[in-house]
């Protein structure tokens, strides 16, 4: 049974950082695409960065770049997301996601098989 547990949300002012974890079990974590999306109230879930294995590729959203670093520990099973500079429209519930294999694009919600129940993050200004 696969399992992605994330933690390291929380509530921050404008320009603050947080750093989210997903720990993931019952799959083979190092050959795995692992990515964050997030939703906020009344959106849709939106793709914020992906982290390939083998390779190290990473992508992020337009909104995100150079904001946030999306990496992994392959030896714990973790995926991190720093999120630094953080700006109010950055509210959101963020989740993790996992595939197993590779994916070309890796950016939309249903090329991922497994989510995490998210980790709340809320940015004031």
């Known amino acids: 049974q696969v399992q992605l547990i994330e933690s390291g949300g929380g509530a921050v002012q404008a320009g603050d950082s947080l750093r989210l974890s997903c720990e993931a079990s019952?799959?083979?974590?190092?050959?795995?695409?692992m990515a964050w999306f997030r939703q906020a109230p009344g959106k849709d879930r939106e793709f914020v960065a992906r982290?390939?294995?083998?390779?190290?590729?990473?992508r992020y959203a337009d909104s995100v770049k150079g904001r946030f670093t999306v990496s992994r520990d392959d030896a714990k099973n973790t995926v991190y997301l720093e999120m630094n500079s953080l700006k109010p429209e950055d509210t959101a519930v963020y989740l993790c996601?996992?595939?197993?294999?590779?994916?070309?694009?890796?950016?939309?919600?249903?090329?991922?098989?497994?989510w995490g129940q998210g980790t709340q993050v809320t940015v004031s200004s």
């Open positions: 982290s390939s294995w083998i390779t190290g590729f990473t």
């Open positions: 996601a996992a595939k197993i294999g590779t994916l070309v694009k890796g950016t939309m919600v249903d090329e991922y098989d497994y």
């Open positions: 019952g799959l083979t974590f190092s050959s795995s695409t």
